[in-house]
């Protein structure tokens, strides 16, 4: 079993930042992709941003240009630096992980999740 701890979630104003990470442990046979994913009250857990094994991103149109995937594989940590946040960014934030190459964008397809870590945006 995997075990995923995020943090770094809090309240900020619009317009301001924060930087979230989470950290794998666990029964890992690999670590290939890494993402986040985000789920508001009362909608679906959809995928914000991914990065795979080799370092190339992809992000959710509604992020674009204003957050950023990152890891460190030394660590098995993965980052979300969010930056000019909305009040609409307000969620709960989850990360995963995934052995193929890329990040499934459907998160019924992973198992194991973490407590996750809330955004709150004010405006």
């Known amino acids: 079993q995997v075990q995923l701890v995020e943090s770094g979630g809090g309240v900020v104003q619009a317009g301001g930042s924060l930087r979230l990470s989470c950290v794998v442990s666990g029964s890992i046979a690999k670590i290939n992709a890494m993402g986040w994913y985000r789920q508001a009250p009362g909608e679906e857990r959809d995928m914000v941003a991914a990065i795979t094994a080799g370092g190339s991103t992809n992000y959710a149109t509604a992020v674009k240009g204003r957050f950023t995937i990152s890891r460190d594989n030394a660590k098995n940590t993965v980052y979300l630096q969010m930056n000019s946040l909305k009040p609409e960014d307000t969620a709960v934030y989850y990360c995963?992980?995934?052995?193929?190459?890329?990040?499934?964008?459907?998160?019924?397809?992973?198992?194991?999740w973490g407590q996750g870590t809330q955004v709150s945006v004010s405006s």
């Open positions: 995963n992980i995934d052995a193929g190459a890329t990040m499934s964008p459907f998160a019924d397809e992973y198992d194991d």
